[in-house]
C-alpha cells in the first residue's frame, strides 16, 4: 500500500524557515516523480514544486521561486521541501504527492498533509 | 502557463441528480486532465485520469470526457457520499494547474 507520510508543519514568523518532510513507503520511491502541492485555508489546490526521480529536473511555481527549495533523499525514501523567507500567503496545508510513472497521468496518490502556519 | 477555468464555483443537488461540471483550458492540452475529490480535512483523491479514464476503485457513476481545451466530470446519480469538492488538473505542461474547484452541496 502506498503511503506518503509529511511532517515538519507547524507556526513560524513571517521572514522565518521551516523543513517539510515525506516519507514514503509501499512503492519503489526512487522510481517516482514527486510533488508537494499545498491548499491555504478554504481555498483551492496549488501545485509548489516537483522532483524527477533522480533529481535531473526540478520545478517551482513562481510564487515560490528563489525561496523554497525540493530535494529528496532516495536512500532514505524521503522527500523534502525547504522553505525560506516565509510570508503570510504561504500558510496552507502542504501535501506531498506522487506522479505514476505514465506520462499520460496526473498526481495519483496523496500524503495527508501538514499545515504551515505563517504568522507573527 | 495554461490557465484552468473550472465551473461553476458551487452547485446545489439533490440525492440521484445527474451533475456535470466543466474545465475549459486557455490552450490546448490533448487529454492530460485529471479529477479530483476532496472532503473537508482530507486529501484529495484522484477519480479520473486521462480525461476519461476512471480510477480502479472509483464507483462507475461518475465519467470524464473532453479533449483539447473543454472536459467534463458527470455524476450521473449523485449519492450521499459525493457531497464534496472537485478539481481537474492539467498535466500537459509546467507548471501543473488546478481548476479554482466545485463544491457539491446538498439541496
Known amino acids: 500500500e502506498v503511503q506518503l507520510v509529511e511532517s515538519g508543519g507547524g507556526l513560524v514568523k513571517p521572514g522565518g524557515s521551516l523543513r517539510l518532510s515525506c516519507a514514503a513507503s509501499?512503492?519503489?520511491?526512487?522510481?517516482?516523480?514527486m510533488n508537494w502541492v499545498r491548499q491555504a485555508p478554504g481555498k483551492g489546490l496549488e501545485w509548489v514544486s516537483s522532483?524527477?526521480?533522480?533529481?535531473?529536473?526540478?520545478y517551482y511555481a513562481d510564487s515560490v521561486k528563489g525561496r523554497f527549495t525540493i530535494s529528496r533523499d532516495n536512500a532514505k525514501n524521503s522527500l523534502y521541501l525547504q522553505m525560506n523567507s516565509l510570508r503570510a500567503e504561504d500558510t496552507a496545508v502542504y501535501y506531498c504527492?506522487?506522479?505514476?510513472?505514465?506520462?499520460?497521468?496526473?498526481?495519483?496518490?496523496w500524503g495527508q498533509g501538514t499545515l504551515v502556519t505563517v504568522s507573527s | 502557463d495554461i490557465q484552468m477555468t473550472q465551473s461553476p464555483s458551487s452547485l446545489s443537488a439533490s440525492v440521484g441528480d445527474r451533475v456535470t461540471i466543466t474545465c475549459r483550458a486557455s490552450q490546448g492540452i490533448r487529454n492530460d486532465l485529471g479529477w479530483y475529490q476532496q472532503k473537508p480535512g482530507k486529501a484529495p483523491k484522484r477519480l479520473i485520469y486521462?480525461?476519461?479514464s476512471l480510477q480502479s476503485g472509483v464507483p462507475s457513476r461518475f465519467s470524464g470526457s473532453g479533449s483539447g481545451t473543454e472536459f467534463t466530470l458527470t455524476i450521473s446519480s449523485l449519492q450521499p457520499e459525493d457531497f464534496a469538492t472537485y478539481y481537474c488538473?492539467?498535466?500537459?505542461?509546467?507548471?501543473?494547474?488546478f481548476g479554482g474547484g466545485t463544491k457539491v452541496e446538498i439541496k
Open positions: 488538473l492539467q498535466h500537459n505542461s509546467y507548471p501543473p494547474v
Open positions: 486521462a480525461a476519461s
Open positions: 522532483i524527477s526521480s533522480s533529481s535531473s529536473y526540478i
Open positions: 504527492a506522487r506522479d505514476p510513472n505514465d506520462e499520460r497521468q496526473p498526481i495519483d496518490y
Open positions: 509501499g512503492f519503489t520511491f526512487s522510481s517516482y516523480s
